[in-house]
């Protein structure tokens, strides 16, 4: 089968995650669980009480076990306050990212047929104009001012709150949370977490990465803090916009991580790149931060050297693989990336995502667009493939889509489900995965099947260069190479331009390249902004070139 497995792990007995996030307010109940640099704050005792108070105050309004509650809240001590009180009660958050855009977010809230919704005034708002995706709501609270729209208010359900509720017991397979992809690569979609999945991943992060109580979190991405509390971590809300992390503001994020002595956080590289410029420029580091985790699209290795010179002595950066549906699978710390695999990486072979994270078994299968009913054995090792992954930390179904789930799920011959990750690549000579592109966005060219990551790392080396896209033009089976590049930030496109074509003319080993096409500003995902949107890209080069 040539199965890849990552480090045992062992995983604890399914606990509700609200349940372990009480655990660790009994045992430090005046530390802060929550932060805000506007100076909000809260302590795992006080959240803890006021979580179990607003769980009873939500039961006696008629919500209970299984009933799904669409979450628009802003992250802040709010957004954890609801979170924990629905998972004690056994309801269901359904957390769908705003940034997908109208259409795609009243289709995702209508799927979803939520039984309650929590929000700010705005999302209200959209419940009164656009009342058939909201048709199946019963419960409406408003977190801050309602203006006359009926239901209670957040503040209100706290003063009527009983002093204290039973957190749910659950079974390993209960739903626990619905949270909702990007859409960065087709349609949003639902990824049930049960309890099992929450308990498997707080305990595979805790390993991997070490997380102790009493860490700090900067939460700049705002869903990971779901995780710190149950670790015994204080979040710290990031001053960003977590809708659009590409616009934030570096100083204010690297005063924030000083002011409150963070030590570890989790963001998106266009995030982690705006924060290296501003240290690089003022020849600053970090005074407490030490560890950083950089997720949402590949990482080039020169992002996490600089970085990790940046931080407080013994720092590193670490570059997890996964998605909503399976995470942690794979990581790479910068300490791991020797001049030998940086040059392997800059060389053409693909984005390395290092040794897979515990309890992980990883299979590269034949490439194939078709839905599996059986999965097939794997790939030699070497073999470029599907990625695909199965384990405790693995998510099972899409909620109320059967379409996507028989599309991205399979079993193999023992009856282990095993998750489709969408993605091409490989596994190396010392046990490393590499991943070299999206399945939906390889080439098909007359010379065979293309991926694109490991060429555009070629060409993302170049100063001119800020990155690049390799898509392809044509019919499907004779497409025809071009790629795009955004220059780097005060270099002119034809600069940009006229170093590609040099490079591509040094290189016997590309394919041939019939066009390079420079692009102000490349399409990217909503959540992360650094997926790059190559269909979108495709199409805008078509329109060129054909």
Known sequence: ?????????????????????????????DQDAVRTVDGARVSFGELDRRASGLAGALAKRGLARGDRVCLFVRPGVELILIAHALLRLGAVPVLIDPG???????????????????????????????????RSVRLAVTVGRSLGWGGPTLRALEREAP?????????????????????STGPPKGVVYTHGIFTAQTEALRQLYDLEPGAVDLACF?????????LGMTSVFAPL????????????IVAAADAHGATFSFGSPAIWRRVLAYLEAHDLRFRTLTRITIAGAPVPPSLTTALAARLAEGGAVHTPYGATEALPIASLASFETSLELRARIEGGEGTCVGRLAP???????????????????????GSIGELVVAGPVVTPRYRA????TRAAKAHDADGRSWHRMGDLGRIDEEGRVWFLGRKSHRLETHHGMLPPVGIENIFNVLEAVHRTALVGVGRRGAERCVLVVEAAPGVAARAAVEACWTLAATRTDLPEIVEVLAHPGFPVD?????????????????????
Do not use: C, Y
């Open 222 to 230: 705002p869903l990971f803090a779901l995780f710190d509390h149950a």
């Open 100 to 134: 997908m855009g109208r259409r795609s977010l009243l289709a995702a809230v209508e799927r979803m047929q939520p039984h309650a919704l929590i929000g700010v005034p705005r999302a209200h708002v959209a419940r009164l104009l656009f009342p058939a995706a909201f």
């Open 163 to 183: 002093r204290s509720f039973a957190t749910l017991a659950p079974e390993p397979g209960d739903e626990a949370a619905i949270l909702f992809t990007s859409g």
């Open 359 to 381: 309890g992980v078994r990883l299979r590269v299968i034949p490439i194939t667009d078709e839905a599996l009913e059986k999965l097939p054995p794997g790939l030699p090792q």
């Open 1 to 29: 089968m040539n199965d890849l497995f990552g480090a045992p792990l062992v995983v604890p007995e399914t606990r509700n995650i609200s349940e372990l996030f009480s655990e660790r307010a009994r045992e430090r109940p």
């Open 241 to 252: 916009d977590p809708s659009s992390p590409a616009t934030s503001d570096p100083a204010a």
């Open 401 to 404: 889509d059967e379409a996507a």
């Open 526 to 546: 909503v959540r992360h902004n650094a997926k790059i949107d190559r269909p979108e890209l495709r199409l805008w080069a078509e329109a060129r070139v054909l």
